[in-house]
């Protein structure tokens, strides 16, 4: 039954969103306007700190553009009173925080067909191509970070008056690491010195980091919502 | 100790938000099959009440069994019991009304063959691919009635269920509480809309049930 209900949970998010465009087309707009303004700062060249400052900026770009959909994260639930109805069912908390995590992650993915290839051309464009398996592990690895951590807070703040303040203060320390790691990660696929067991050691910490906060959201989610 | 046969038990129950105590140690027993109207002031705590019977916020202290199952530990099993109408039709504006009957049969693991009866009988049928934003408010309150009766609870928990009906939701409304076999709680301020239906009546006030 859990999993019937986690199938009718993540289709619900996709519906809303493809009826009401609340969050896609908006961190989209985001995330390309940031790269905008950090290519104007930067006088219209690559950052001074090279590819390791470029995939910096990226990864910085999309946590903030990931804290923009998060602040749309459980909002019609609690807008509309609508987790009294969820949580009257029998269905264990943590698959409302899996549900959410995944069509967030999909909504990240979807962002990044946009803001990756805009990001190498305003960037990177003179510089060797990238591992694009490699990349594409990275990025879905660190998405799934993303909305592990950003699920389990937004459901956390949503019960707060002060949602819009408590986020990011939540949120941001614990990104922390997974920018580190992203970034890291990211870099390893441009550079070409990169050995493989260095591109593995990063991926790795992705996916520890995406272990330990998948095991925090399914424990902790039932006491997020339940009082 | 608390029985099957009682499809409500409630010994000293406390319900707090913070330092307000909500609920401050309400005794209720309810039969099976019984018919209990709740009445009392508006912040009297009735609302509260229904909505720890729901299973949507725990006891703060105190007993409290639904069919046997104490609460919180046996909210799993309690779950299926119970259909809740609350407040507002808790259902999602932008899904057709189709489309959250059709989420909620899957979180309480209903067939979906169940979903167009389930409209037809709240009336509602021709409406089912409307988006829910477009309902009226007595429209909401058929479709939440639909909702809460998708997977033929055993206990129906209603808070204030006549408010926004017409004469023809309401008429639903009557229908669907004269049938036989459930237990029905229900939080009002209209406690003569029910004549006919009710079993009992308690009336709770600053979150006591008044002697």
Not at chain 1, 127 to 152: F, H, Q, T
Not at chain 1, 175 to 197: D, E, F, K, M, N
Not at chain 2, 46 to 53: A, D, P, Q, S, Y
Request: hydrophobic share 50%; proline share 5%.
């Amino acid at each position: 039954m859990s999993r019937r209900a986690f199938a009718a949970l993540v289709r619900k998010d996709l519906l809303l969103e493809l009826r009401g465009s609340e969050v896609v087309l908006a961190m989209a707009a985001f995330v390309l306007a940031s790269f905008v303004l950090f290519r104007f700062g930067l006088g219209g060249g690559r950052p001074a700190g090279g590819t390791r400052a470029a995939t910096g900026m990226l990864w910085v770009a999309i946590v903030f553009t990931a804290m923009l959909g998060l602040l749309r994260t459980f909002a019609q639930e609690r807008e509309h009173g609508i987790w009294d109805g969820l949580l009257a069912a029998p269905v264990d908390r943590a698959v409302f925080w899996l549900a959410r995590a995944c069509s967030t992650c999909l909504f990240l993915l979807a962002v990044q067909v946009v803001a990756l290839p805009a990001f190498w051309l305003f960037f990177l464009q003179d510089g060797p191509p990238p591992d694009y398996g490699v990349l594409v592990l990275a990025v879905v690895l660190a998405d799934v970070g993303i909305a592990a951590l950003g699920s389990l807070v937004a459901g956390l703040a949503s019960a707060g008056r002060a949602r819009e303040v408590l986020l990011p203060v939540l949120f941001l320390p614990f990104a922390i690491p997974l920018v580190l790691g992203a970034v890291s990660a990211t870099t390893g696929t441009i550079s070409p010195q990169t050995s493989g067991l260095h591109t593995l050691e990063r991926l790795g910490y992705l996916a520890l980091y995406d272990t330990v906060f998948l095991l925090f959201g399914w424990g902790l989610f039932e006491f997020v919502v339940e009082d | 100790m608390p029985s099957p046969d009682e499809a409500v038990v409630c010994e000293g129950l406390v319900r707090r938000f913070g330092e307000r105590a909500a609920l401050q140690g309400v005794d209720l027993r309810v039969a099976a099959g019984a018919f209990l109207l709740v009445t009392g002031p508006n912040g009297a705590g009735k609302t509260t009440l229904l909505r720890v019977l729901a299973t949507v916020i725990r006891p703060s202290e105190g007993r409290v069994a639904i069919a046997g199952h104490e609460l919180p530990r046996a909210a799993h099993a309690a779950r299926p019991l119970v259909g809740y109408v609350g407040h507002g039709p808790l259902t999602y504006p932008g899904l057709t009304a189709l489309e959250n009957l059709a989420l909620y049969a899957a979180l309480y693991g209903v067939p979906a063959e169940r979903i167009g009866p389930a409209l037809e009988r709240v009336g509602l049928a021709s409406r089912g691919r409307d988006v829910a934003a477009e309902f009226s408010r007595g429209m909401s309150q058929r479709l939440a009635l639909a909702r809460a009766l998708l997977h033929a609870p055993a206990l129906l928990l209603l808070d204030e269920p006549t408010a926004g009906l017409d004469s023809g939701g309401q008429e639903v409304l009557r229908e669907v509480l004269a049938e036989p076999g459930r237990t029905v709680v229900v939080s009002t301020h209209e406690p003569d809309w029910f004549d006919g239906l009710a079993t009992g009546q308690v009336r709770i006030e600053a979150g006591r049930v008044a002697a």
